[in-house]
């Protein structure tokens, strides 16, 4: 008898949802794509309207054939390939190789049986658009590829490559890396009192001196900073002005990609490519024993659209009002960035029953964390606005005005479950005030002066260069963890901190992709293009006509470079060492992860050896000296000299003294912009601080 047979693209995907459907259905899965462009060769016919040449993909020969056996046997056959672009044109691949006649296509934004049963009620033929579109990026992406990257192989080194949208991505973070190196630092200087009411002297708060004469007061430097002190000598501290009012923070968005991806960083410290293998998992299914089987835990992980179904809201205000009551259920229909797609409903859970609680001990570490997240966002989109009681004081000493602001939590709303506060709402007002009323005298315990100097712009993390890649129109959600991956294994950035630095190979390509293919490396152009072939998907525009706008100017782009483009001279940098196994002189490299020593006679003698740096520091256990390294992933770690006889090891760089507290050693941690931060490094966290460069605190 023949069976309904579902093509999905992941086996993972294919056991799931057969242990949920009636056993009259087959489930085969084609391993991702089944067709490709060649390796080999262009594989595109320019003269004839960029007719693509697909070859079936090398290995799949065996998944193909039973492929076409299950298809023999079937009564019909549904395509359930992923719900975008690329798992449209993955569909319409199987159909052009297995012949199908009536493909019927479904799409599964949730793999679960009732999502299941839904979709194979309502089948639709392929989305000819999405596919068009989808072949377009990849031929666009072909041109770039196969064309450019062979110039760069003959004028600069073998293995290099470009694309069109990792250029783009290097260029961000050349651009960053030139701007610190250009920042001059500029010096500025605040006045802080620390002020007690006259009524309650113990309860003290600080101000920051903001004018003088009713003006906006800049402090440009330390002789300016002694003047404003010696003038407040003596002064009468009052309270000029007080003003309270309500503040409503709103709940965020349930996540996109895109913000998924950057909280996972940021939160998680999850790498982007990480996040997504894990999401992935928890989309296709995971066995959760018992009754419930194999389901997958969240809906479709690639999508740039905050929209939820009513089904899934109602599900969650209903749950929000049974846990936490009436007064936190809320949220608000969140507006669609400008530019994404709605195709899918944002990430959310499948169930928002299955609370973390629930599924701890079921789920892997990492799963556990990265589906909390989820869930908690996604409920928290659905609650109440927190509500604070926010007071700014302006306070009248002198010609000199100084303000504060307190905040107080009325209602904690949606904080409830989520914290979307970032580590410097601290210093923006967070904590109370004692009680003041306006023309208050406060008694001045002491004046500080404190230098400062503006800080360059930090580099950029990868949560950083995705949300700017989202921000700038640049790829899609399914392209932002490829790209990230794609230009550290080039070696064109490496991490250091966490934070992406270009190599001189990468700088050097940058520099040569800006002079002579500026339309390749422009933020504008590329984000167009990704208009473009929205407008295809969404059937507007023809994508033949697209690929002949592209190729001309690009063609004549190619031929001048051909002609003009200088071959470039990138020497490694020397060092005093000796290779030990052949005698040549050792060179410093830059790899994929950071920079390392290696024998000049390479590939002759494939001699390498990390570089390490003594920091001067000495190690806490055992006295030995303590070395920066690099992992094999490429992270800066700091560790004993007498490994391992002596195991200790530190992510952050190892001060030489000790904890004046605690006596345990000091870490230096780095904030946004390269300001470094000592802390003890015991369980108890001490704060240090070091001296500032200024007069000394001025008691009242």
């Known amino acids: 008898m023949k069976k309904p047979l579902i093509i999905v693209e992941s086996p993972t995907k294919a056991r799931t949802i057969k242990k949920f459907l009636p056993g009259r259905f087959a489930v085969k899965a084609s391993v991702g794509h089944v067709r490709d462009l060649p390796k080999s060769t262009l594989g595109v016919d320019v003269a004839h309207d960029f007719a693509p040449k697909y070859v079936t993909i090398k290995g799949k020969a065996d998944i193909i054939k039973e492929l076409r056996a ?90 290099l ?10 260029k961000l973070i050349v651009d960053r890396e030139r701007d610190i190196a250009a920042f001059v630092p500029k010096e500025y200087w605040s006045v802080t009192a ?35 002190v010696a003038a407040l000598d003596g002064a009468t501290y009052r309270v000029a002005s007080l003003k309270k009012r309500e503040v409503r923070r709103q709940p965020p968005a349930p996540f996109t990609t895109s913000t998924l991806q950057q909280e996972a ?26 009754a419930d089987g194999t389901v997958g835990l969240i809906t479709y992980m690639r999508t740039d659209s905050t929209r939820i179904s009513d089904l899934a809201r109602d599900a969650a205000r209903g749950f929000i009002r049974q846990t936490y009551g009436d007064e936190f259920h809320g949220g608000t229909r969140h507006r669609l960035r400008e530019g994404a797609q709605d195709a899918h409903e944002a990430i959310r859970p499948t169930d928002v029953l299955r609370t973390p609680q629930r599924l701890a001990g079921l789920l892997k570490r990492e799963e556990l964390r990265l589906y909390t997240l989820i869930w908690e966002r996604f409920v928290a989109s659905q609650m109440a606005a927190a509500l604070f009681d926010q007071t700014i004081v302006d306070i009248a000493a002198r010609d000199y005005g100084f303000r504060v602001t307190g905040t107080v939590m009325r209602f904690a709303g949606f904080t409830r479950v ?40 930090a580099r950029y993390t990868e949560a950083a260069l995705v949300k700017a890649l989202e921000e700038n129109g640049i790829g899609r959600p399914s392209t932002y963890s490829t790209i990230v991956e794609t230009i550290q294994a080039r070696g064109y950035v490496t991490q250091q901190e966490r934070r992406f630095v270009p190599t001189p ?15 390749i490396v422009n933020l504008d152009f590329t984000a167009r293009m990704e208009t473009d072939l929205d407008h295809v998907a969404e059937g507007h525009e023809d994508w033949i006509a697209l690929l002949h706008r592209f190729y001309g100017p690009f063609e004549s782009e190619l031929h001048d470079a ?7 001279e990138l020497r490694d940098e020397p060092t005093d060492e000796i290779c030990p196994n052949c005698g040549r002189p050792m060179v410093i490299k830059t790899g994929r992860f ?51 006889n002596c195991a200790f090891v530190s992510w952050d760089p190892v001060a030489q003294e000790r904890c004046p507290v605690c006596g345990s050693h000091v870490i230096v941690k780095t904030r946004r912009g390269g300001t470094p931060h000592p802390q003890c490094a015991s369980d108890r966290h001490h704060q240090l601080r070091t001296a500032a460069p200024a007069p000394e605190p001025v008691p009242a």
């Open 70 to 159: 299950a298809v023999k046997t079937a009564s019909e056959v549904y395509l359930a390939t992923d719900p975008d672009r690329e798992g449209e044109a993955i569909a319409w691949h199987l159909a052009q190789l297995l012949k199908l006649d009536d493909p019927k296509r479904i799409e599964l934004h949730e793999i679960t049986k009732s999502a299941a049963l839904e979709a194979l009620k309502e089948p639709h033929a392929i989305d000819v658009d999405r596919v068009n579109a989808q072949q377009a990026r990849r031929i666009l992406d072909r041109l770039v590829g196969y064309k450019i990257s062979p110039l760069l192989w003959s004028k600069v080194r073998g293995g």
């Open 161 to 170: 490559s470009a694309g069109r949208v990792q250029s783009v991505a290097v």
């Open 194 to 228: 620390l002020l007690a009411p006259e009524q309650s002297p113990t309860t003290t708060f600080t101000a920051e001196l903001v004018s003088e004469r009713g003006e906006k007061l800049e402090i440009g430097n330390a002789q300016r900073a002694g003047e404003i």
């Open 265 to 290: 960083s940021r939160k998680l410290k999850m790498r982007v490519r990480r996040a997504m293998q894990v999401a992935q998992g928890l989309y296709e299914g995971v066995d959760l024993g018992g």
């Open 418 to 457: 989520y914290d979307d506060s970032r580590d410097d709402d601290a210093a923006k007002g967070r904590a109370p005030l004692p009680e003041l009323h306006a023309d208050d005298v406060l008694r001045c315990e002491r004046l500080e002066p404190k230098q400062h100097f503006t800080e360059p712009p």
């Open 505 to 519: 190979i990468g700088e050097a390509v940058n520099d040569l992709l800006v002079e002579h293919f500026p339309k």
């Open 562 to 568: 051909e002609k003009k483009l200088p071959r470039l």
């Open 594 to 644: 950071g920079k390392f020593i290696s024998c000049s006679g390479y590939p002759e003698c494939k001699t390498t050896k990390p570089i390490v740096k003594d920091t001067g520091a000495t190690c806490p256990q055992c006295g030995g000296a303590i070395l920066e390294r690099r992992s094999r992933k490429g992270r800066t770690f700091y560790g004993c000299a007498n490994y391992p």
